[in-house]
Every structure is written in structure tokens, then in C-alpha cells.
């Protein structure tokens, strides 16, 4: 698998809300309630990707 096949481990918030959908209100709900998983890297709080997919899954809602 080369580098361009594979999928981020992290994305900016802006990113996350765009790929999942959402506005801001609704984004730090989902952060809140556990649902997207936030890491502080260089002072900036990053979403996973990993925790954005699980969103898509059924029974996620």
C-alpha cells in the first residue's frame, strides 16, 4: 500500500465536519457524547479518522 492509498489517521476539525456532515453545534456534540475521539497533537485537537467511519456504521446512530 503506497502512501497516497492510504486513509489519514487524523484530520483538523474543519475536515472532520465536512467529511461526516455536520456543523460546529452538532460536531463538539458528537465529541462530547464520546462519539468522535479528539488527540492533542502540537496543541491542536485532532480528530481520528477511525472514529469519523464508525459514525457511518448502522448503528452508530
Same mark, same amino acid.
Given at each position: !500500500?503506497?502512501?497516497? +492509498? !492510504?486513509? *489519514?489517521?487524523?484530520?483538523? %476539525? *474543519?475536515?472532520? =465536519?465536512?467529511?461526516?456532515? /455536520? %456543523?460546529? @453545534?452538532? $460536531?463538539?456534540?458528537?465529541? #462530547?457524547?464520546? #462519539?468522535? @475521539?479528539?488527540? +492533542? /497533537?502540537? %496543541? =491542536? =485537537? !485532532?480528530? @481520528? $479518522?477511525?472514529?469519523?467511519? +464508525?459514525?457511518? #456504521? *448502522?448503528?452508530?446512530?
Amino acid at each position: !500500500m503506497n502512501a497516497i +492509498e !492510504m486513509e *489519514p489517521l487524523l484530520v483538523t %476539525g *474543519p475536515v472532520a =465536519r465536512k467529511l461526516i456532515g /455536520v %456543523g460546529n @453545534t452538532k $460536531y463538539w456534540q458528537l465529541v #462530547k457524547s464520546g #462519539k468522535v @475521539t479528539l488527540v +492533542e /497533537v502540537g %496543541g =491542536r =485537537r !485532532m480528530a @481520528t $479518522y477511525a472514529s469519523l467511519k +464508525e459514525l457511518a #456504521k *448502522p448503528d452508530a446512530a
